[in-house]
Antibody
Framework: EVQLVESGGGLVKPGGSLRLSCAAS????????MIWVRQAPGKRLEWVSS????????YYAASVRGRFTISRDNAENSLYLQMNSLRDEDTAVYFC?????????????????WGQGTRVTVSS | QSVLTQPPSASGTPGQRVTISCSGS????????VNWYRQLPGTAPKLLIY???QRPSGVPDRFSGSKSATSASLAISGLQSDDEADYYC???????????FGGGTKLTVL
């Protein structure tokens, strides 16, 4: 079964750091682009970051650029999101999702499946 | 404020056909393909339509998507009670160099 499982969320103070992980099973992660999307309580989906299958491209939303870093370890079948200098507005459920294949550019991609999400709460 | 504009709510009675719109601009919908996701409360989003009008395996043909210029639409025919969910459109934005999502439309089956 193709599955994504996020972990690493929790409660952190403003200015703190967290590292989210997304473990893939049932498929070879290295064959796919990946994405992180978050959803604040009661709010819409918000794209956070994307990475190509070989890490050839990495993109970030303006709201997290310079603070978050996306990475992947295809040998470990895992995706990561290092989050530094966390702010109250980063509080959300963070989802990882699999792209449609080894696309060299993000245009034309789509995302399926999605993990169940991991909750990040930034509060003093 | 979302880059892609969706109506916040939509409704219909069982058996009806409803349409959800997604309005963008030349740098996003006008230049790239549109995907639709469905999200039940407290759960992860699920792909419903990709590349404007394609259905993943397992998605019934009651769901259809279309795109014209800088707008896209999701149509649901033969509305069922378990179609109640939040529906999001999404596409790549060339100007922002990022993925953009609509604000979401909450569908209620009356």
């Amino acid at each position: 079964e193709v599955q994504l499982v996020e972990s690493g969320g929790g409660l952190v103070k403003p200015g703190g750091s967290l590292r989210l992980s997304c473990a893939a099973s049932g498929f070879t992660l290295g064959g796919y682009s990946m994405i992180w999307v978050r959803q604040a309580p009661g709010k819409r989906l918000e794209w956070v970051s994307s990475i190509s299958s070989t890490s050839g491209y990495k993109y970030y939303a303006a709201s997290v650029r310079g603070r978050f870093t996306i990475s992947r370890d295809n040998a470990e079948n895992s995706l990561y999101l290092q989050m530094n200098s966390l702010r109250d507005e980063d509080t959300a459920v963070y989802f990882c999702a699999r792209g449609s294949g080894p696309r060299p550019v993000p245009t034309g991609d789509w995302f399926d499946p999605w993990g169940q999400g991991t909750r990040v709460t930034v509060s003093s | 404020q979302s880059v892609l504009t969706q109506p916040p709510s939509a409704s219909g009675t069982p058996g009806q056909r409803v349409t959800i719109s997604c309005s963008g601009s030349g740098s996003n919908i006008g230049s790239n393909t549109v995907n639709w996701y469905r999200q039940l409360p407290g759960t992860a989003p699920k792909l419903l339509i990709y590349t404007n009008s394609q259905r993943p395996s397992g998605v019934p043909d009651r769901f259809s998507g279309s795109k014209s210029a800088t707008s896209a639409s999701l149509a649901i025919s033969g509305l069922q009670s378990d179609d109640e969910a939040d529906y999001y459109c999404a596409t790549w934005d060339d100007s922002l160099s990022g993925w953009v999502f609509g604000g979401g439309t909450k569908l209620t089956v009356l």
